[in-house]
């Protein structure tokens, strides 16, 4: 399994763009499985990455929006992406602000199915 | 309001032992003149150690004063003395919701489903905090109005209160049971309704269905959203996403990444974005899952302005 995981981050590392893309647990924030630059802070990533992602579940959910497939945090030094939501295991990336978030987010949710 | 109060006094003061200081309490808090209403309801607790909604109530005031663990002490108090005591269920459950704890959130308003099965707004709280799409509103023996509404809170009597059966636990105080019944529902409905707030958004489209301006806390500041059923999810949707403007940027202080600008979420039937407003403010926009993300993007951009003009206006 955790093979099938990295091969599934390698491809996501080759997105021109992208800092570093991670496995999280959904229920506790925790790394699963990450491919990093060396200034990617992982940890808080995960974190983060798992919070946002309940919250604007529960946002989507209680506004009859669905579920939520996929989440953006645009700053002006990067984009934080998230996949999977819903799931037991998200997936997360860093990116570089000009990132191709449409090709990230195709291979964001082919990892997702990984662990599907 | 201000005849019920006066009332309300008048009553207490001939029978200061009386548990409609309940009510008094009560009506204070949903004027906000929280300090008043904290002073009664302490007044009245110390007459009435053991008074399940006395304690209620003030975890209510409590959780209006942004007190989150006297909230919940106040409430864990009145589930010691009532277990099933139905607005603390919810209210504890909420408070849980607004803290990020799911699971404990999930518990408490499981409990209150299964004291009250036909309970909607527990049902939709229920399943905002398990992040799953509202359930199909279940047709039945007909409720009130107020029973309807989803909003738990900040003002936890305008659902946890009102969606409540007379509670068979108060069995000696006619009083008590009123307080924890219909009378609160209308009043505390009507206040939390978009119609109520600030018109920040005039004249952008969803202005009072579709876009939120909330604080830090999750508290709702002005806009309105509706569920597919007209229901207001407004409180519901704000209390979810509390605290999501520090995490983010302490996530993007962490990581270098400069100020968050925006926050977009595909969902199955909506994109929702939301932006940073000001002192820790979020403005939510909704829209439907047709609509491109970058547009959903510049409408964001446009209410994030009027809003923003609002909050400096009103001195925030």
Same mark, same amino acid.
């Not at chain 1, 939501?85 to 037991?88: K, L, N, R, T, Y």
């Not at chain 2, 200061?16 to 409609?20: A, G, V």
């Not at chain 2, 219909?182 to 529902?185: D, G, I, N, S, V």
């Not at chain 2, 978009?194 to 579709?210: C, I, M, Q």
């Given at each position: 399994m955790s093979e099938q995981l990295m091969r599934a981050l390698d491809r996501l590392s080759r +997105?021109?763009?992208?800092r570093g893309s991670m496995y999280v647990a959904?229920?506790?924030?925790?790394? !699963?499985?990450q491919l990093l630059?060396?200034?990617?802070n992982g940890k808080v990533l995960a974190a983060f990455a798992a919070s946002l992602a309940r919250k604007v579940s529960g946002a989507a959910a209680a506004t009859g929006?669905?579920? +939520?497939r996929f989440v953006q945090m645009l700053s002006a030094g990067g984009v934080l992406l998230v996949a999977g !939501?819903?799931?037991?295991l998200l997936v997360a990336v860093v990116a570089d602000p000009g990132v191709n978030v449409g090709l990230a987010r195709l291979e964001m949710l082919r990892a997702a199915e990984t662990t599907a | 309001m201000a005849d019920d109060i006066r009332a309300l006094s008048t009553a207490l003061a001939r029978d200061?032992?009386?548990?409609?200081y309940v009510d008094l309490a009560e009506a204070l808090r949903r004027r906000g003149q929280l300090q008043e209403a904290m002073q009664v309801a302490l007044h009245g607790l110390g007459r009435h150690p053991g008074h399940a909604d006395g304690y209620d109530c003030l975890a209510r005031i409590h959780s209006d004063r942004a007190e989150l663990s006297e909230a919940r002490a106040a409430w864990e108090r009145v589930l010691a003395i009532l277990p099933e005591h139905l607005g603390a269920l919810k209210g504890i459950g909420f408070l849980y919701f607004r803290q990020g704890d799911v699971r404990r959130a999930s518990e408490a308003l499981e409990h209150a489903l299964a004291v009250d099965p036909a309970d909607e707004a527990t049902r939709r709280a229920l399943a905002a905090v398990r992040g799953e799409p509202a359930p199909a509103r279940r047709s039945g023996p007909a409720r009130t109005r107020a029973a309807l509404?989803?909003?738990?809170?900040?003002?936890?009597?305008?659902?946890?209160v009102t969606a409540?059966?007379?509670?068979?636990?108060?069995?000696?105080a006619p009083v008590a049971a009123a307080a924890s019944a219909?009378?609160?529902?209308p009043a505390v409905s009507a206040a939390s309704a978009?119609?109520?707030?600030?018109?920040?958004?005039?004249?952008?489209?969803?202005?009072?269905?579709?876009i939120l301006l909330l604080d830090a806390r999750g508290l709702v500041m002005a806009g309105g959203l509706s569920a597919g059923d007209g229901s207001d999810v407004s409180e519901l949707a704000a209390a979810a996403l509390a605290g999501v403007s520090g995490e983010a940027e302490r996530t993007c202080e962490y990581m270098a990444l400069?100020?968050?600008?925006a926050i977009v979420a595909e969902a199955e039937h909506a994109n929702v974005v939301l932006a940073p407003a000001s002192e820790g403010a979020v403005l939510m926009v909704r829209r439907e899952r047709s609509t491109p993300v970058g547009l959903a993007l510049r409408i964001a951009d446009r209410a994030r302005g009027a809003a923003v003009r609002w909050l400096q206006s009103v001195g925030v």
């Open positions: +997105v021109r763009g992208v959904a229920e506790d924030g925790l790394p !699963v499985a630059m060396e200034n990617v929006g669905g579920r +939520v !939501v819903g799931g037991e | 200061p032992s009386s548990l409609r509404q989803p909003a738990p809170e900040p003002a936890p009597a305008a659902s946890v409540a059966p007379a509670t068979p636990a108060a069995p000696a219909a009378p609160h529902a978009p119609s109520a707030r600030p018109p920040v958004f005039g004249g952008l489209e969803g202005a009072t269905t579709d400069g100020a968050w600008t």
